[in-house]
């Protein structure tokens, strides 16, 4: 084993992590925040992989731009999590989509978590 092995992220069993309901809930209220723009998307960084982190950085840049050019200032977003699907395609791993109903739309955020060093990290998101 590499030093860089050692020191990598541990994938940890479903047994040994808690319920992802309370963060599925919470990354999702935290990433519609993030792209609204009334929250700093470093707050999430210790829930998201190197990979999914950056897509959300990328993300949120483009919202800010988009929201720039329409003259729009970052509001609050309104919404509520009308459900939560979970599936868990292997140990360890578990598949979400939550459906977010706002005044305007109803969204869909998919997100992947997986168990590393015995907590959850999102590995994935997609919000549709």
């Known amino acids: ?10 994938p940890t069993p ?4 808690p319920d992802p309901h309370p963060l599925l809930h919470s990354l999702t209220h935290g990433v519609l925040e993030v792209l609204a723009g009334v929250r ?6 210790r829930w998201f992989n190197e990979d999914s982190y950056r ?3 990328a993300r949120a840049n483009l919202s800010a731009r988009a929201r720039s050019a329409r ?3 970052p509001a609050r977003p309104t919404f509520e999590i009308r ?5 868990e395609p292997a140990d360890g791993k578990v598949e979400a989509v ?3 109903a706002g005044p305007g739309r109803t969204r869909a955020v998919a997100i992947r978590l997986e168990g590393f060093d015995r907590r959850w990290r999102a590995t994935s998101l997609a919000v549709l």
């Open 1 to 10: 084993m590499t030093l860089h092995e050692y020191f990598a992220p541990q």
């Open 14 to 17: 479903s047994a040994e992590l």
């Open 40 to 45: 700093e998307v470093d707050q999430l960084a």
């Open 55 to 57: 897509n959300l950085v």
């Open 71 to 73: 003259g729009v200032p």
């Open 83 to 87: 459900s939560i699907r979970v599936s």
């Open 98 to 100: 939550v459906v977010v």
